[in-house]
Structures are given as structure tokens and as C-alpha cells.
């Protein structure tokens, strides 16, 4: 039995994900560890992202244009145009948010399997993902849009479950205190672990060049 012809097809035809960034992102800012935010910032060489990933992001985008199109069918009057946001007193510190609506509210989608999903609707935003609040308020500070809905479903079943986040001003001076200092770094800020296993550094495509 011969398998495997398509699969090694998509594997080639997946395109790159994106062209490395310049600048500290939204999307980042809430990563525990500043050597993994700082080696993206400065556009370090990490591990090449395989076919796998890129599809599970790929998935991610459609899911997410999906979700828009059927709010946009109910009704919704949303704004879908590329939004580039940054902190006017530090341009390096920037944001791409997936959707406004009606100019006062910034709608985010996100996608989850079904256990981290039922974490998100047991425990809310800040507890079930730190990074995705930390990505939010750093779109409200930036925007001047101070109201997020971060809408996530559930990859396994469909379901879908959405949180108002309020922004906190006080928060975002803390992000942009953490920008800053990531933005001032000349050399590598310390490492998060020192081991190489630790669960946070196997994920990481930086660990090769972290762990040298």
C-alpha cells in the first residue's frame, strides 16, 4: 500500500509563516521569558518551524476569518482592515489586532483543544492564559480602544465561549515597563531555566542557541 504521496506534498507547499519581526509584538509581550522575547526581537536564528506548526497556525487564521464572517452575518459591524497599533512613546512596542467592532470594542479569536478550553470558561482569561492578557491589554493600551472580547473555540467539538476584558491601566504601564527594558538589552537577558528539559525550553525554538 503506497501513503504518504499528498502529505509530503502540503509539506512542501506550506509557505513561511511570517516575515520576522522588527519590533517587540503584542502577541509576545506576555511570554514569561524575556531571553525568548529579546532573541525574537533581534531576529535571532532559532529552529526552523516544521510543516506541522506552520499548518496549526494556518488552521488558527482560517478558523479565525471563519468566526469573523459568521459575527458579520449576524449583524455585527466589524472592521477587518490590517490595524497596526504601537505605544506612541515606544515604536518598538507594537500590535495586530484580528477585528474592531463598531470603533469601541476589539474582538479577538483564538483557538484551544478541549482542555485548555474548558480551563478558559472554568477560570477566565488572566488564569487560563497570562500571555493572551497580557496580548490584550497591550492592544487596548495601544489602540485607546479600552474594551476586548476574546472569543475562543474549542478544536475538538466546536464549541465556542467569549470573555469581556476590561482594560487596566496600571497592567499595560507594567508591559511597557517590560518592553522597554527587553528594547534596552545589549546582550541576552538571563534565561527563565537553566536546564535545556525544562517543559518551557524543549517548546522553545530558540533552545539551541539559549543552551549552547
Not at 471563519?66 to 506612541?88: Q, S, T, V, W, Y
Not at 484580528?98 to 474548558?118: L, V
Request: with cysteine.
Amino acid at each position: 500500500m503506497k501513503t504518504g504521496r499528498l502529505s509530503k506534498i502540503l509539506d512542501k507547499q506550506i509557505v513561511p509563516l511570517e516575515i520576522p519581526r522588527d519590533y517587540i509584538g503584542a502577541s509576545n509581550i506576555g511570554s514569561e521569558c524575556l531571553r525568548q522575547i529579546w532573541y525574537d526581537y533581534k531576529q535571532a536564528p532559532g529552529l526552523p518551524i516544521d510543516s506541522r506548526l506552520k499548518r496549526i497556525f494556518k488552521t488558527g487564521h482560517v478558523i479565525e476569518s471563519m468566526i469573523l464572517d459568521l459575527l458579520e452575518e449576524a449583524g455585527l459591524k466589524l472592521c477587518r482592515l490590517p490595524f497596526d497599533f504601537k505605544e506612541e512613546e515606544q515604536p518598538y512596542f507594537r500590535g495586530h489586532v484580528d477585528a474592531i467592532w463598531q470603533n469601541n470594542a476589539i474582538i479577538e479569536i483564538k483557538t484551544a483543544k478541549d482542555s485548555q478550553f474548558k480551563l478558559f470558561v472554568k477560570n477566565g482569561l488572566y488564569r487560563w492564559s497570562p500571555r493572551y492578557y497580557a496580548q490584550v491589554q497591550a492592544y487596548m493600551g495601544m489602540s485607546g480602544i479600552h474594551k476586548t472580547y476574546l472569543l475562543a473555540l474549542n478544536k475538538d467539538n466546536s464549541s465556542i465561549h467569549d470573555e469581556l476584558i476590561e482594560f487596566d491601566e496600571i497592567f499595560y504601564e507594567t508591559l511597557k515597563i517590560k518592553a522597554q527594558l527587553i528594547h534596552q538589552c545589549d546582550i541576552e537577558p538571563p534565561k527563565i531555566n537553566q536546564s535545556p528539559l525544562f517543559f518551557m525550553c524543549k517548546m522553545c525554538r530558540y533552545r539551541r542557541i539559549c543552551h549552547e
